[in-house]
């Protein structure tokens, strides 16, 4: 099993400030990887996939790198309907998703 | 507009099982497969297992290879996960999502809780 490890698991950020999450995998996989956004009781949301495709309707400011078992989401500006949590998902072989990174308000 | 309606709620006794729905509306339901994950509270999503609702095949997590059965019904555009021989630490939010590699829709999630 593919295991993806995210850091921080929390990182405090200011509205308007830049916030960079990481992801790794235990093995490459690829650029088979997505990023996901989960509010309290809410379903996760899906951002980027292909390490840095973003999907239908997601803002530009956020943006997704790498590529093998590094990868990066950059959120550029902080909005306050950014403040959530974010997971890692890789599909290269079936599904493995990383602990998630919450990001609150500093 | 795609949307997959899950099943609601339940609270089930150690040992029993459990069965959640997923009801897809708004695409060809034969033409994407579904997974299933779960989330126990305060831990990561666990993927669970996945059904090509076009032939019937299954792949599931050898986590719980022998315990968990996925399921379609085409005419009912419906998708079922059944969990069995439940116990306390199988008390998540369980999630059917539709598979285009990436998981870019998602079922409300069901809450199952196991207590005795």
């Known amino acids: 099993e593919i295991v993806m490890t995210q850091s921080p698991a929390t990182l405090s950020v200011s509205p308007g400030e830049r916030a960079t999450l990481s992801c790794r995998a235990s093995q490459s996989v690829s650029s088979s990887l997505g990023w996901y956004q989960q509010k309290p009781g809410q379903a996760p949301r899906l951002l980027i996939y292909d390490a840095s495709t973003r999907a239908t309707g997601i803002p530009a400011r956020f943006s997704g790198s790498g590529s093998g078992t590094e990868f990066t989401l950059t959120i550029s500006s902080l909005q306050s309907e950014d403040f959530a949590v974010y997971f890692c998902q890789q599909y290269n072989n079936w599904w493995t998703f990383g602990q998630g990174t919450k990001v609150e308000i500093k | 507009q795609v949307q997959l309606v899950q099943s609601g709620a339940e609270v089930q006794k150690p040992g029993a099982s459990v069965k959640v729905s997923c009801k897809a509306s708004g695409y060809t339901f034969t033409s994407y497969s579904i997974h299933w994950v779960r989330q126990a509270p305060g831990q990561r999503l666990e993927w669970m297992g996945w059904i090509n609702t076009g032939n019937g095949n299954t792949k599931y997590s050898q986590k719980f290879q022998g315990r968990v059965t996925v399921t379609s019904d085409t005419s009912a555009s419906t998708a079922y996960m059944e969990l069995s021989s439940l116990r306390s630490e199988d008390t998540a939010v369980y999630y059917c999502?539709?598979?285009?590699?990436?998981?870019?829709?998602w079922g409300q999630g069901t809450l199952v809780t196991v207590s005795s």
């Open positions: 999502t539709r598979d285009n590699s990436w998981a870019n829709y």
